[in-house]
């Protein structure tokens, strides 16, 4: 069974300030993806970025980034120039790649950020 | 852009009452998902469906639960019998599958008395 583990229960980053929010996994599995997702206070889940595995090149989506190290297991995100709208619970996640559709997610605990004005 | 729509967005149910959930996927989708997030817990797998089966279930879809997908465009989480420890945020999803990314919706929230 995979576990994703976010150590930071809470963080906080000064409006326009760089922050970056850790996540480490434990798998055997070869194939997968990794994604973060976002929950705002209007709880809403929303995708932030996905990497696959099999690519050595670190995802980004504008101003979020990821650092994937596949052999320590650590996926973390970087967000620049934190925007208020940042504030959001942040939820690590692990998809491992089925021949079949049961690709269910495993989350993380999660990360309270919070963007400071 | 095309979205995951859930409904009620709050349910709230006596205990040992039947409760059915409700999701539209989006419509060219054609994984859904169900999971559930106990407040100030983590966000846990119950069930996947494709093909009009279900594919994986987690151990917290016991024989209590079941899911449905009664036409094109509905995809149901039946409670049958609540329990007090079933109130949590549900949360329906969807995907094209693979190593797609899926969609959520906003959630219902099930308060069980």
């Known amino acids: 069974a995979q576990t994703v583990t976010q150590s930071q229960p809470e963080m906080s980053v000064q409006e326009a300030e760089t922050v970056t929010l850790s996540c480490t996994y434990d798998t055997s599995e070869n194939n997968y993806y990794l994604f973060w997702y976002k929950q705002p206070p209007s709880r809403q889940m929303i995708l932030v970025i996905r990497q696959e595995a099999y690519k050595q090149q670190n995802a980004t989506e504008n101003r979020f980034s990821v650092n994937f190290q596949k052999a320590a297991k650590s996926f973390s995100l970087k967000i620049s120039d934190s925007q208020l709208g940042d504030t959001a619970m942040y939820f690590c996640?692990?998809?491992?790649?089925?021949?079949?559709?049961?690709?269910?997610?495993?989350f993380g605990g999660g990360t309270r950020l919070m963007v400071k004005p | 852009e095309p979205e995951v729509t859930q409904t009620p967005s709050h349910q709230v149910t006596q205990m040992g009452q039947e409760v059915i959930l409700r999701c539209v996927p989006i419509s060219n989708h054609l994984y859904f998902y169900w999971y559930r997030q106990i407040l100030g817990q983590k966000v846990e797998f119950l069930v996947s469906f494709y093909n009009n089966e279900i594919s994986e279930k987690s151990e917290i879809f016991d024989d209590q639960f079941s899911v449905e997908r009664p036409d094109g465009s509905n995809f149901t989480l039946k409670i049958r019998s609540t329990k007090l420890e079933d109130s949590a945020m549900y949360f329906c999803?969807?995907?094209?599958?693979?190593?797609?990314?899926?969609?959520f919706g906003d959630g219902t929230r099930l308060s069980i008395l």
């Open positions: 996640a692990f998809m491992k790649l089925l021949n079949n559709a049961g690709n269910m997610l495993t």
């Open positions: 999803a969807s995907s094209r599958g693979g190593g797609q990314p899926q969609h």
